[in-house]
C-alpha cells in the first residue's frame, strides 16, 4: 500500500516540494510553504461529499436568480439574545461560526451555556477537543444551577425536547481527532455543533503540529463541508494567538461565515461579544455578558455599566457612543496635571493615543490652552474601546474640564466630531443616541449644530444645545467660557 504523501505548496506562488524549507526555492519568499496531504489514490481518504440528491450524476447549471429557492432559513435561537443580536438574530442552519478570543476569557463557558439552552429543542453536539468529558461535565454541572435557579435563558416557544435544564439532547464527545469527530457528526446529524476549539484538533493524515496552520485549515475546510451538507450549524472556539490573530494567520476569516470576537477585560467582570464578519447580519454588533460565579449572565442595559454612577467630578464628562445599532452611554474621565517631564505624557485607555493627541492640539490652538506644558491621561469607564470619532466632544469636554477644575453640570451628554479647524462635525445614528440618554434621564445633550432633531429633543424632554464649534459647544456645556482667562 502506498504511503499517503505529504506536499509543502508555496502560498505565493503555487510551487510544490517533497520537503519543508523556510524559504519558498521558487520565488524566495519566507514561511511561505504549507503543508498539504496528497489524495491518497487507494480510496483511504474520507469519502468525497455526496452529490446532490437532486440531480445525481447530472451536470450542475446555472439558474435564473428569481427561481433560485431561498430554502428554509429559520434561523435558530441560541437562547441568549446578547449572543443572537451579535449573530443577525440566531444561528442559520449550515452556517459556520469562528468565535475568537484570548485564553479564559470565557469562551467555552458561553458556547457551554448556549448549547445547554439550544438543546432544549435541538439535538446539539458539543466537542470538547481541550477538556476531558469529566471536566466538562462539572462544568456544565455548576452551570446547570445557575440555569436551574431561574435565571435561565428565554427559552424558545415550542416543545422541549427533554424536561429543562436535563440537558438529554446535549450530547458531548471528548475527542481531538477529525476524523471521530466527523463521523459523530455525521452520524448524530444534529442541528447545532460545538468545536471548542478548532486549534485542538487534529487531522492524523498531516503530519504537522495540531494548531499549525495546515491543521486548522484542514480541519476546518472539512468541517465546513458537512456543515453545509448536512445543514448542521458549527460554532467553532478559536484561540487568538500572541500576534492577536484568530488561528494564526487569520487563516479561518474567509472560511467561515461569521466571525466573533469574545473580548474583555480578565479582571473586570463584563465580557464583550463583537461580530467582525457576517455574511448574514451587521458587523459591530455589541453583545455584553458578566462573568458571575456560575457563568454568563447577559447584561441587557449595559449603559448602566459604563456609567460611573458616583458623583460627577472635574474631569468627567459623558458621550453617548454607538456599538452598531445599539448606542451606549459611556463616561469619560480626564486627568490634565502640570507636567514634570520635558515632553508631557499622554496616555489614553479605551481611546487611541493618536485621536487623543489630536484633539489635545485642537484645543491648544482654537481655545489658546496651554495644554503642551500639561500631563493629560484619559480613560473610558467600564474598559470599553471607543473608536468613533463621535467620542471627541466628550474628550474635550473632559479634559478641558479637568484643566480648568470644573464640574460639568449633572444630566448632560456630549456628542460630536471634531474637526482639525475646531469645528462640529456631525455624527452618525444621533437619534438612536439621544433616545439612549433620555432613557437614561439625561436632560441636556450637546450636538453639533444642524441636527434637525428639535422636535424629538422636545417630546423626549431633553434640552437640546447646538454648537458649529468646539469653543461654542464648551460654552453651552460648561456655562463659562473655557478658554476664559486660562
Ligand atoms: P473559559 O470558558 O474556560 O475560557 P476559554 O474557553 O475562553 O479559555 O473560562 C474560564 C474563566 O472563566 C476562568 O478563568 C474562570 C471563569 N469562570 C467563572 O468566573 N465562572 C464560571 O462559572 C465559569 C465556568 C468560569
Ligand atoms: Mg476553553
Redesign the pocket.
Known amino acids: 500500500m502506498a504511503r499517503p504523501t505529504t506536499t509543502y505548496v508555496c502560498q505565493s506562488c503555487g510551487a510544490q516540494t517533497r520537503q519543508f524549507f523556510g524559504r519558498c526555492s521558487a520565488c524566495g519568499s519566507w514561511n511561505s510553504l504549507v503543508e498539504q496531504s496528497a489524495p491518497a489514490s487507494d480510496g483511504r481518504r474520507r469519502p468525497a461529499p455526496a452529490a446532490d440528491p437532486q440531480a445525481p450524476g447530472r451536470p450542475r447549471r446555472s439558474l435564473p436568480m428569481h427561481s433560485v429557492g431561498e430554502g428554509a432559513r429559520q434561523r435558530l435561537s441560541s437562547g441568549y439574545a446578547e449572543l443572537d443580536r451579535v449573530l443577525g438574530g440566531g444561528l442559520v442552519p449550515g452556517s459556520l461560526v469562528l468565535v475568537g ?12 451555556q448556549s448549547a445547554e439552552a439550544m438543546a432544549r429543542r435541538h439535538s446539539v453536539l458539543y466537542v470538547s477537543a ?2 476531558s468529558a469529566q471536566q466538562v461535565k462539572l ?1 456544565w454541572r ?2 446547570g444551577e ?1 440555569l436551574l435557579a431561574g435565571e435561565a435563558p428565554r427559552a424558545e416557544p415550542g416543545p422541549a425536547v427533554d424536561s429543562p435544564g436535563a440537558g438529554a439532547a446535549l450530547h458531548l464527545l471528548a475527542e481531538t481527532d477529525l476524523d471521530q469527530v466527523l463521523q459523530e457528526i455525521e452520524a448524530l446529524r444534529p442541528a447545532v455543533a460545538v468545536i ?2 478548532i486549534q485542538a484538533l487534529h487531522d492524523a493524515e498531516l503530519s504537522s503540529a495540531p494548531g499549525s496552520v495546515a491543521q486548522v485549515r484542514d480541519c476546518a475546510a472539512a468541517l465546513a463541508r458537512i456543515a453545509k451538507r448536512q445543514d448542521t450549524a458549527l460554532l467553532l ?1 478559536g ?1 487568538v494567538t500572541k500576534e492577536g490573530m484568530l488561528a494564526g494567520p487569520k487563516v479561518l476569516e474567509h472560511l467561515v461565515d461569521a466571525v466573533l470576537t ?1 473580548e474583555g477585560d ?1 479582571f473586570a ?1 463584563h465580557r464583550l461579544l463583537r461580530a467582525v464578519k457576517n455574511r448574514f447580519g451587521a458587523t459591530h454588533e455589541l453583545g455584553v455578558f458578566e ?6 449572565v447577559e447584561v441587557s442595559n449595559p449603559s448602566e455599566l459604563f456609567l460611573g454612577g458616583e458623583e460627577l467630578s472635574p474631569g468627567t464628562a459623558t458621550i453617548v457612543a454607538c456599538e452598531g445599532t445599539r448606542p451606549l452611554v459611556v463616561e469619560l474621565q480626564a486627568l490634565v496635571s502640570t507636567t514634570s517631564y520635558a515632553s508631557p505624557r499622554r496616555t489614553a485607555t479605551g481611546i487611541g493615543t493618536n485621536r487623543l493627541h489630536q484633539i489635545l492640539a485642537v484645543l491648544e490652538k482654537h481655545l489658546g490652552l496651554p495644554l503642551s506644558r500639561f500631563d493629560c491621561y484619559l480613560a473610558v469607564a467600564g474598559g470599553l474601546e471607543v473608536e468613533e470619532p463621535a467620542a471627541d466632544l466628550g474628550v474635550a469636554a473632559a479634559v478641558v474640564a479637568s484643566s480648568r477644575d470644573l464640574t460639568l453640570p449633572p444630566g448632560t451628554v456630549l456628542v460630536g466630531e471634531l474637526g482639525l479647524g475646531g469645528q462640529l462635525r456631525p455624527v452618525g445614528q444621533l437619534e438612536l443616541r439621544l433616545q439612549e440618554a433620555a432613557r437614561l434621564g439625561f436632560r441636556r445633550a450637546v450636538v453639533p449644530r444642524g441636527s434637525g432633531l428639535g422636535g424629538l429633543a422636545a417630546q423626549l424632554d431633553l434640552q437640546l444645545l447646538e454648537a458649529g464649534t468646539v469653543a461654542e459647544a464648551l460654552v453651552a456645556a460648561l456655562g463659562v467660557n473655557p478658554a476664559g482667562d486660562a
Open positions: 478570543g484570548d485564553p479564559g476569557i470565557g469562551k467555552s463557558t458561553l458556547l457551554l481541550e477538556e462544568r455548576r452551570l445557575q471548542d476549539s472556539v484561540h469574545f480578565r467582570s462573568m458571575r460565579d456560575r457563568g454568563l
